[in-house]
Structures are given as C-alpha cells and as structure tokens.
Nanobody, 121 residues
Framework: QVQLVESGGGLVQPGGSLRLSCAASGSIFGIDYMGWYRQVPGDERELVASVMESGLTNYAESVEGRFTISRDNAKNSVHLQMNSLKPEDTAVYYC???????????????WGQGTQVTVFS
C-alpha cells in the first residue's frame, strides 16, 4: 500500500518562508511525476508546481520565482520551498504522485492528506 505523507505547513507572515515535504512509502518501483497542488474552500484544486523523474519542472505563473520544487529520487520524496509568501498563497497544499508499484504495472495516482498553509498579516 502506497502512502504519501506530508509535513511542513503552518502559519507565516507575508514575506515569510515555509518548506513543505512529502515522502512516499510502500511498494514503489518508480515515481514518474510528483507535484504540489493547493485548494481553497469553494475553488478547484490547482497545480502549484510539478517535477518529473528527469528533473523537469513546471510552475504556476502565480508562484514562479518564489517557489522551488525539488525531489530526491533515492528517498521517494518531493519538497516545495516557498519564499516571499503572500496572503493569497493561503490554502491546503496536497502532494500528488504517479507511482508504479512494479516494473510491469502502470502508474497509479496518489494524493497526500493535505497540509494547511496560512499567510496572515
């Protein structure tokens, strides 16, 4: 059974920084894609940043230049360094990954439980 466990959310003032981490555990052969999404009540979940196994990254325009995603393939983990945080970054942040359990299996989708990030003045 694969699990994604997140950590690192919390309260921060505008201009501050937080670092989110997500570790995958269980039966894992490979992880193709890892990403961070966020959601506020009443809105759809949106992509914040993603990183492929190759290291190729993609960012939402709203966080470009402020957030940095990185992954550690040896530890099956992904991190999101968030700098210059703004009140509009307040949301529940979810880790997402597409994971292959075996060499022959197709990738399955997994979500973390979510971690709250609140930027307040």
């Amino acid at each position: 059974q694969v699990q994604l466990v997140e950590s690192g959310g919390g309260l921060v003032q505008p201009g501050g920084s937080l670092r989110l981490s997500c570790a995958a555990s269980g039966s894992i052969f490979g992880i193709d894609y890892m990403g961070w999404y966020r959601q506020v009540p009443g809105d759809e979940r949106e992509l914040v940043a993603s990183v492929m196994e190759s290291g190729l990254t993609n960012y939402a325009e709203s966080v470009e230049g402020r957030f940095t995603i990185s992954r550690d393939n040896a530890k099956n983990s992904v991190h999101l360094q968030m700098n210059s945080l703004k009140p509009e970054d307040t949301a529940v942040y979810y880790c997402y990954a597409t994971i292959r359990a075996t060499f022959l299996s197709g990738p399955d989708d997994y979500w973390g439980q979510g971690t709250q990030v609140t930027v307040f003045s």
